[in-house]
């Protein structure tokens, strides 16, 4: 790679740098549904944001073409590479953070799950077993973490005689894969046990008489809160999961396509046998990822016309109880929707989609810097 090449592989990848703060920092700032002022406090932020960023890629662009005037273009550029993936570890680390303040909220919602299978068991007077979640669990834990010893193994054994800047780069790459599985086990668990009461509630409510169906009223609403909280838990978690999945698939047919590289430079290349075992891995994730939160929106979708066919026996129950879901389900403003599965504002899509190419762009430079 010649050096304008160089130039500009660094130059895109502080630019995508820029566009990841600044949908970081909209997001995280601004996240308040009922602000009626939340529009105009992204754009001045993320505005505000944007300036700073611009002055800061201007200067360090600047640093790395000082390379074209002194004959250090290398330690320079290493200079340069180390600045980023040490503000890029921040932003990670950061990120992180704001995560699990977000999943404190799962052990509410554990509880209130537990609380509301128990109301529903009073009512229904079944049971709910969880011998399915259990089984599920077990092959999730097995492929995932077995998987992640693998890939860990081998980048770690190549990691070793390389340069400082792949293991700083392995480091928190392997933090962020323990704490992201970890969180998926619990968010999965606690999925599969509102769908085994999602269950057993629409159950109940096919089969439930005009006695019955007057304590409908009194679960529905909690049914309707749980829902939301659900929703509001996992919409990132399963958003980030999908991206990362693209992500490594994408550097995958990325160095193989593109760099061609050899079965040297890439440990799991060698083995037919390991490539199988990845890609299956990689497919088998993306099933049991969009399995449960696709079955657990279709029977939410149900309980929800179960209850609409209910209303319209003239039991005279309140309209807004059945609205709630219709209305997190429409397309709203600044926010894209599939079928209530997603739903995520702009600034978080802007940054994820800046966080791919960056991602790239530095295993780019991570294959120079190996070289040197």
Known sequence: MNETEQRLINLFSWLFFVCKWTG???YSLVNDPGDKNQDRKIFKRTGVSI?????????????????TCVGTSDSVNNVSTLIALTI???YFVVLVLIMNFKQTRVVSIFYRLVAFGELV???????IDESKVQRFLRIYVFVVYSSLVVMLATNWWQAININPFLLFWLLKDTFLRFVSFSGEILIFYYMFIAITIARKFNGFLKEADVVERKQIKQIFQTYCDLKHDIQNITQVIIFFKIVWLIIELAI?????????????????????????YWIFELSLEVCLLLCPF?????????????????????LGL???EREIFYLQTQVKRLKFTTHGLLELDWPLFYTVAALVCTYLVYLVQFQQLSRV
């Open 294 to 314: 696709i079955v657990y929106y279709r029977e939410t979708s149900m309980t929800f016309f179960l209850y609409d066919d209910i209303q319209n026996d003239s």
């Open 121 to 127: 068991e009073e009512i229904t007077r079944r049971k």
């Open 24 to 26: 970081f920092t909209s």
């Open 51 to 67: 300036f700073i960023n611009i002055v800061i890629i201007t200067l360090l662009v600047l640093l790395i073409d000082v390379r």
């Open 252 to 276: 995958t047919f990325y160095q193989i396509i593109i760099l061609g590289q050899s079965s040297d430079e890439e440990p799991y290349l060698d083995s037919p046998i390991t490539l199988v």
């Open 88 to 90: 890029d570890a921040l």
């Open 318 to 320: 309140d309209y807004k």
